[in-house]
């Protein structure tokens, strides 16, 4: 029997008690080989389910407890003992009783009838295919008696899928399709190896049988699976940092969960970068992009796609998508990465509209300041000191002691203020100004004193001379106003050669 080789992962590591070292990044459809485990069997409320599908209708139900009630209780009670004490093997003759007879006594019976075939299989050796054979024929018998007696359940679903993808590889069409209904129906509680399992089987239909499954229905299958990762680590991720009821053992077990799911990204995300790549997604996603740019759900899906795609960012694509992105849903973060990449591509005018709209919408005061500063720092390159003071005063009116923007105003004058005044002195004023920028800066923040300091004694060589004060009949200490664009008053000071 060929049995696909599907990743299971170890008791101890569900447990935490012991590290992962599979490296996802070097994870092949073709020669993917583990070690099989068997995982911690499935908790059953221990509840009669005598109101199953059909609510007694099939026929197993119709006498809830078999052709002999005292000895179905005995059995169940046996092999339930035996199975709780981890005797597997030695509960295996009550429980075949049990299911035989009375299989719709409790839905647990079923439940853990699955998880002792998986335990004979693994017990069996891989030669041995008949007996492997025998035992997952029994396994696939036991879902669907499940389903059958107990209703749809997505949980049975992926676990079913699961199996019928590891024991079954021409079935791999039909395993997907279960994986697929799992997850749909349990969303972000979906059992995170049918996760793992679905994205394998999903890239091996797709290179093995003539791509069946299309490269879009990869990457649409990557993005469902994704999102359903990136909501459980960012879960255990939050758990972990407040600390679960600030008890230590809940927040070890978040930082084990945390460990558990980063191993299944990487994993599925080293089996779905191949087809993650700029030019695949361009290809893909433009027309459907061109044809339809008010779809919500359609640039959300892009968007978060060609993010996960390292050559995408600075695409004129990547912008397209993600200006329309930014219309439907408006944030400061995202405006911010659009104005870096308009920035980067010298897009000066759409840089400078996007950090407005990062400022306008940030509610974080510091990232504020910084858009700000960055607006103003556009400004001074292209020589509008005007302009550029402005978006420092607008900094210092979120926060008055942003040291950065006294020095971008401080920069503005000394290095924008030639040409103001008419004299020698008057000529100079600017950098008198200057120099006072530059000492407030210091005085309001200490994190730019040496950068203040420099910029200081480089204004200070601008100083008017003395002799020039005296002939002009003007003399140190008396306030003066630089006039031009700048328009502040300063004390005249100056410097004898």
Not at 184 to 194: D, H, I, P, Q
Not at 240 to 248: F, H, I, R, S, W
Not at 361 to 388: F, P
Request: proline content about 3%.
């Amino acid at each position: 029997m060929n049995i696909s080789k599907t990743f299971v992962i170890s008791v101890a590591m569900l447990l935490g008690l012991a590290s992962f070292s599979c490296q996802a990044k070097n994870i092949t459809t073709a020669n993917y080989k583990t070690d099989e485990a068997i995982t911690t069997p499935e908790t059953i409320a221990q509840t009669e389910q005598n109101n199953g599908n059909g609510n007694g209708t099939e026929p197993e139900c119709e006498n809830l407890y078999g052709p002999d009630s005292l000895k179905t209780r005995q059995q169940t009670s046996l092999y339930r003992e035996e199975f709780n004490r981890k005797n597997y093997l030695a509960a295996l003759p009550s429980w075949r009783y049990v299911y035989k007879n009375a299989p719709c006594y409790k839905e647990y019976i079923t439940a853990d009838g699955a998880y002792l075939m998986s335990l004979l299989i693994s017990q069996t050796k891989e030669k041995d295919t008949a007996t492997i054979k025998a035992y997952a024929d029994t396994l696939m018998e036991i879902y669907d008696t499940r389903l059958r007696l107990f209703g749809d359940n997505p949980n049975v679903w992926g676990r079913k899928g699961r199996d019928l993808f590891k024991y079954f590889p021409a079935k791999r069409k039909e395993a997907i399709d279960l994986m697929n209904k799992s997850m749909t129906g349990e969303g972000n509680n979906t059992y995170a190896l049918v996760l793992s399992d679905l994205m394998l089987a999903t890239v091996q239909e797709n290179r093995e049988n003539n791509k069946s499954i299309s490269d879009d229905e990869v990457i649409s299958s990557f993005d469902r699976i994704m999102t359903i990762v990136d909501h459980n680590l960012a879960n255990y991720k939050k758990q972990y940092n407040e600390g679960v009821n600030a008890t230590p053992v809940d927040t070890t077990r978040a930082g084990q969960n945390i460990r558990y799911w980063e191993w299944v990204e990487s994993y599925v995300v080293a089996l779905g970068s191949p087809y993650l790549t700029c030019e695949k997604l361009t290809e893909l996603y433009r027309p459907r992009f061109v044809g339809a740019p008010d779809d919500n759900e359609l640039v959300e899906k892009i968007i978060t796609l060609l993010k996960r795609s390292d050559d995408c960012a600075k695409t004129a694509f990547y912008l397209q998508v993600a200006e329309q992105y930014f219309k439907l849903k408006p944030d400061a973060d995202a405006a911010a990465s659009l104005a870096k990449a308009f920035q980067d591509r010298n897009d000066i005018t759409k840089a400078k509209f996007y950090y407005e709209k990062a400022a306008e919408l940030a509610t974080d005061k510091n990232k504020k300041v910084s858009y700000y500063l960055v607006l103003g720092s556009i400004e001074l390159n292209a020589r509008n000191g005007s302009q550029a003071r402005s978006y420092a005063r607008k900094a210092l009116e979120v926060n008055p002691k942003s040291g950065d923007a006294y020095m971008l105003i401080g920069n503005a004058y000394l290095t924008l203020g030639a040409g103001c005044g008419e004299t020698k002195v008057e000529k100079a004023y600017p950098y008198l100004a200057a120099y006072d920028k530059f000492v407030q800066a210091k005085s309001v923040d200490a994190s730019v004193a040496d950068q203040a300091n420099s910029r200081m004694a480089l204004a200070q060589k601008y100083w008017p001379k003395r002799e020039d004060v005296f002939f002009e009949n003007k003399e140190d200490g008396q306030t003066v106003n630089t006039g031009c664009w700048i328009g502040e008053s300063t004390i005249l000071r100056s410097i004898k050669e």
